[in-house]
């Protein structure tokens, strides 16, 4: 009632005109018009590098907490601290970035009064893509560190060993046994990565104010503001080009998970 | 054998990743404690803007109400069936996991869409529906706690023994509730808790479907106060990361002292 028949409606809509007749006008004007085409691109753009970025981070990360040596205290507070990390966001999240960095920031305000330089006349500004991407990046390595972390533990440690004693190099172990058996977990992390940063509304619209960025989500917040459609279709359509991204990615996901849970104990 | 020392590359790492963390967390407390006034550190003026603001209240009580009907309503509706999911069907297990993460598919910027379209324009549904939050809000927000709710549940169930605890209570002749709430809640409860505090984060956090269909509530109360007051706004904002703080913290203990790891990701953003 309250997920399958409005998703429905959602699909339905997207193919219909104001007359209630069938069409594909809405969805191939997605491609035809300017505007929501740069939203799909910055979108893919900001999903794409903040899921590779926050996936490679969230990886060393990991695994620096994990490995030998490192002492366990260091690891459980990477560990708990992840876990509340990853749900940060929103709002909240947003606000704590612009305090940070925005025009009167802190660290901007201590860059400008140490080294002498405003970071904001320098190209930077937190409204900006980088400045979303950057972010972004604060729910999506927490979010790689808890993914990830159960498949490191799953490297077991004979593995290490037996190549080293047969005479391999570390770089040959990560090469032959170590990155193939990661593989499936990391490319399935970075999927749910990518998913994750394309679906996010909140912290980008309090970042941009909702109009400085073409988001995808931003652009359906603004054909819905104040619960009435100015611009339904289009709002349709995008939600339905959202929905396809997404889906589309679910179907690699779900095998990648699948392949990922072999080598678990 | 010697200990092993702890890697400097994966000094390196840590320390990098636990600046990027902390920074912004440091920043914020320092901007929330500057005088709104003159720009210097330190005052508490922000925090009593907030606490004596009564629209900081009503929000923050409307979005705790709004968290704990999600809950009840949540947990009355997927205990019975995750229960008789692992009784009695369990071949449908792989299809309400998979039902589970439709809402990664539809996220809550599309839900809204389909919901309003669905809500006025096709069932015109009436004022008294669409404009108490108890009911438009709670319907959506059970559908955006379902995956969090489910795994939470479906790993409690997976610790204990359905079956035999279900033969033994009704064949010492319970009838069908008591079992369920004397035998099988109890057994589940750190589950269930879990599950809980994680709606609650989801709920208190939630800001696309309650901007966009027009409701007061505290993550929209915190993006208008941001528009006027920059430094409340950063005290609220530290509120309400203790607020996520709190229930992620009580997951991890209810958790450890009940023997088993739960910890999922929010939805919120």
């Known amino acids: ?265 | 054998m010697r200990k092993p020392r702890i890697a400097p590359s994966a000094v390196v790492w840590l320390v990098l990743g636990a600046a990027y963390f902390l920074i912004p967390l440091v920043a914020t407390l320092l901007f929330s404690l500057k005088n709104a006034n003159t720009g210097k550190c330190c005052s508490l003026s922000a925090y009593g803007v907030i606490l004596h603001d009564p629209q900081f209240w009503t929000t923050i009580k409307l979005s705790f109400r709004l968290a704990l009907e999600t809950i009840v309503v949540g947990l009355l509706l997927f205990v019975p069936t995750i229960y008789w999911v692992h009784l009695r069907l369990p071949r449908l297990r792989p299809l309400v996991g998979f039902m589970a993460l439709v809402p990664f598919v539809v996220p809550p910027i599309i839900l809204v869409v389909g919901l309003l379209k669905f809500y006025k324009d096709t069932l015109h549904a009436p004022f008294w529906f669409l404009g108490k939050p108890d009911l438009f809000l709670v319907g959506a927000y059970v559908v955006l706690a379902f995956p969090y709710i489910y795994f939470s549940l479906d790993a409690g169930f997976r610790a204990i023994d359905v079956h035999t605890l279900t033969e033994a209570s009704r064949g010492l002749g319970a009838s069908w509730r008591t079992t369920l709430g004397r035998v099988i809640l109890p057994n589940i409860r750190v589950a269930a808790l879990s599950g809980a505090f994680l709606t609650l984060a989801i709920v208190m956090g939630e800001f696309t479907l309650a901007s966009l269909s027009a409701f007061h509530t505290f993550p929209t109360y915190l993006q208008q106060i941001n528009q006027d007051k920059a430094y409340p706004a950063a005290a609220a904002t530290l509120l309400s990361f203790g607020i996520t703080w709190a229930a992620m913290l009580s997951i991890l203990l209810i958790g450890r002292r009940g023997g088993q790891r739960t910890v999922r990701v929010g939805i919120g953003r």
């Open chain 1, 1 to 265: 009632m309250f997920l399958i028949l409005p998703s429905a409606t959602v699909l339905v809509g997207a193919f219909q005109n104001d007359h209630g007749g069938y069409t594909f006008h809405n969805v191939a004007s997605l491609v035809s018009t300017a505007s929501t085409r740069d939203a799909f691109r910055t979108s893919i753009e900001v999903s794409l590098i903040t899921a590779l970025l926050g996936g490679l981070l969230g990886l060393l990360i990991a695994y620096a907490a994990i490995r030998k040596g490192t002492p366990g205290w260091i690891r459980s507070a990477f560990g708990t601290f992840s876990g509340v990390a990853a749900n940060f966001g929103g709002i909240p999240l947003a606000f704590a970035f612009i305090a940070t960095l925005g025009t009167i920031g802190i660290v901007t305000t201590f860059i400008n009064n140490v080294f002498g330089i405003n970071i904001y006349e320098h190209g930077f500004a937190i409204w900006s893509q980088k400045g979303v991407e950057l972010v972004y990046l604060y729910f999506q390595i927490p979010l790689m560190i808890l993914v990830i972390a159960p498949a490191i533990d799953g490297l077991r440690a004979e593995w290490s060993e037996a190549s080293s004693n047969l005479g391999a190099s570390r770089l040959q172990y990560w090469w032959h046994i170590g990155m193939p058996v990661l593989m499936p977990s990391i490319l399935g992390a970075v999927i749910l990565l990518f998913g994750n940063a394309f679906a996010a509304y909140a912290t980008a619209y309090a970042l941009t104010s909702g109009t400085g960025l073409p988001l995808v989500p931003l652009l359906i917040g603004n054909d819905l503001s104040g619960n009435v459609f100015t611009n339904p279709h289009e709002g349709q359509a995008l939600a339905f080009g959202m929905f396809f991204v997404l889906a589309a990615m679910m179907i690699f996901y779900i095998p990648l998970q699948r392949r990922a849970s072999r080598w678990a104990k």
